[in-house]
């Protein structure tokens, strides 16, 4: 089992940048994924990035370009780095864990961002 704590989510303007981090804690796969969803109000959790143990990266096409994943394994921490936010990057983000990024098992309780003026 595998807890996960997102901090750093909060209002910010748009344009403005703003870092998520996520720390995992318990029994964790020596080569794993973490990974980041969102999910705006009526719409579908969608995947925005995903980091391996190794550092391998890949990223969703709404974000690419604007938000940076990055990890600390000696801390068991993902961070989500978000420039140049945009109203439409309003929703509650999620941190994941697994044994690969096509396998998450393992959820935070989410932080919320909110882009506005």
């Known amino acids: 089992q595998v807890q996960l704590v997102e901090s750093g989510g909060g209002l910010v303007q748009p344009g403005r940048s703003l870092r998520l981090s996520c720390a995992a804690s318990g029994s964790m796969f020596g080569f794993n994924a973490m990974g980041w969803y969102r999910q705006a109000p009526g719409k579908q959790r969608e995947l925005l990035a995903a980091i391996t143990t190794a550092g391998s990266t890949k990223y969703a096409d709404s974000v690419k370009g604007r938000f940076t994943i990055s990890r600390d394994n000696a801390k068991n921490t993902v961070y989500l780095q978000m420039n140049s936010l945009k109203p439409e990057d309003t929703a509650v983000y999620y941190c994941?864990?697994?044994?690969?990024?096509?396998?998450?098992?393992?959820w935070g309780q989410g932080t919320q961002v909110t882009v506005s003026l």
């Open positions: 994941a864990y697994g044994p690969t990024w096509n396998k998450f098992d393992s």
